[in-house]
Structure formats: structure tokens, C-alpha cells
């Protein structure tokens, strides 16, 4: 099955250059390029593509908007462009509906892998991308609060679960902390999504910031995987 991916970003240089990466694998194919977010949309409409891979800042509508409408057209999944040391927006487009996060300099394999990850329905959640990303737009106003309700669905060990998602463990890293299978692990992380009305791992850790399951700033467990690492990627 060929994955069909729409490309928007309002430099062309690095716009061409992401669509002519993804366009040289044989199961990937672009099917339209854009200059900003109302483009995006548009070509997403006209296209119906599989993944659209959108720059937050672009002109007329940025990602976000881009992203937000794109998603609540059910449309396809979204993976935002950012660039770490500069966009302010990034806890929004989390809540946009974005199912994955790349920085603009992502190497060849890991644009290829996340366009991948991202089109069989996985979220892409790279500890050295998201999870710091989050920390830093919700630092400002994380403040200890008590136990939100919306956690008393959850067993404990799917609470445990959800703080270590929020701390940006793979399943496998998971499992070795609870000291449990890998497939254990998938059934927590699905009752969890479940549960707390989530589409992916991505909003299990904006959920887990905002019920105060976790506050920004702290530390990983042992086996979190370390800034700068490649992004992760699990089945919901």
C-alpha cells in the first residue's frame, strides 16, 4: 500500500527537499506541495492523503490552524515541522490534534520512519522533541493542584503507565520499569487512551501535564531515553 502525503512548508527549498526524500521510497508517493496552511487544507481536501506534513509557521494559516482543521475533518494525520529553540506554539498544535512532532533538521531515515509511523495510525513521540516541547509551554503555568477526577478511572498501574508515557518511555522501556511484557504494556496504554477519551500517546502526556500527574521539570526514571535520541514510536 502506497502512503500519500501532502508536504507544506513556505520555504521551498525545504519544502522540495522533504517531498523529493519522501517521494524517492517506493511505498511512499507526494501527491501535492503547499506554501502555507490554507493551501495545506486545500490540498488535503482535493487529495485525501494519508499523512500531511505541515511547518508551524507559515503565512495566511499557520500549522496549527492548518492542523486543527485537518483533524477535525478526520482527513488524515498530521506531523508538525518545528524548530525547537523558536516556536511558542507547539503545546497548541499538541492540542490541534497533531500526531507527531519532527524538527526541521531530522535526518533522512527519521522523516521516512515518522511519515511511516504516522500513517499506520502510531503516534511519533520523541522524548528529546515532544516531551521537552511540552515542558517547556506548560512550565509557566504548572502549579501543584490536587488529584484531577478524570484519574480515578484508572487503575494504578495504568496511572503508573500514564506518568511514565508522560515521561516519554517506549513501550519496551515501559515494561522494564513496571517489570511486565510488552504486550502488558499495550493493553495498559490502550485502557488508559480508552478510558480518558484519547486518541494518542501524544495527548496521554498533554492529559498527564494538565490533571497534575506530572509537573513540568520532573526528572525522567532511569530508563528514559536521553535527549537527542531518535524519535519513539509505539502502537496505541
Not at 190 to 198: E, I, R, S, T, Y
Amino acid at each position: 500500500m502506497t502512503i500519500r502525503v501532502v508536504v507544506a512548508d513556505d520555504q521551498e527549498l525545504v519544502r522540495s527537499g522533504f517531498a523529493m526524500i519522501l517521494d524517492a521510497q517506493p511505498d511512499i508517493e507526494v501527491v501535492a506541495e503547499a506554501g502555507d496552511g490554507a493551501e495545506a487544507v486545500e490540498a488535503v481536501r482535493r487529495h485525501t492523503p494519508d499523512v500531511a506534513l505541515l511547518d508551524i509557521r507559515m503565512p495566511r494559516v499557520d500549522g496549527i490552524g492548518a492542523c486543527r482543521e485537518i483533524a477535525a475533518s478526520g482527513a488524515c494525520r498530521t506531523v508538525m515541522l518545528t524548530t525547537f529553540d523558536s516556536d511558542e506554539y507547539v503545546y497548541e498544535a499538541l492540542h490541534a490534534g497533531a500526531s507527531g512532532f519532527l524538527l526541521k533538521d531530522v535526518r533522512r531515515d527519521d522523516l521516512v520512519h515518522a511519515v511511516r509511523v504516522v500513517a499506520r495510525g502510531d503516534s511519533l513521540l520523541a522524548p528529546s522533541v515532544a516531551r521537552r516541547l511540552v515542558e517547556q509551554y506548560t512550565r509557566a503555568t504548572a502549579r501543584p493542584r490536587p488529584p484531577d477526577p478524570r484519574l480515578d478511572a484508572l487503575t494504578g498501574r495504568e496511572r503508573e503507565t500514564l506518568l511514565l508515557l508522560a515521561r516519554g518511555l517506549s513501550n519496551a522501556e515501559i515494561a522494564a520499569e513496571l517489570v511486565v511484557s510488552d504486550h502488558t504494556v499495550k493493553t495498559h496504554v490502550g485502557n488508559v487512551l480508552a478510558k480518558l477519551g484519547l486518541r494518542d500517546r501524544i495527548q496521554a502526556v498533554i492529559c498527564a501535564y494538565e490533571t497534575g500527574l506530572i509537573t513540568a521539570g520532573d526528572p525522567p526514571p532511569g530508563g528514559a531515553a536521553r535527549p537527542g535520541s531518535s524519535p519513539a514510536s509505539a502502537r496505541n
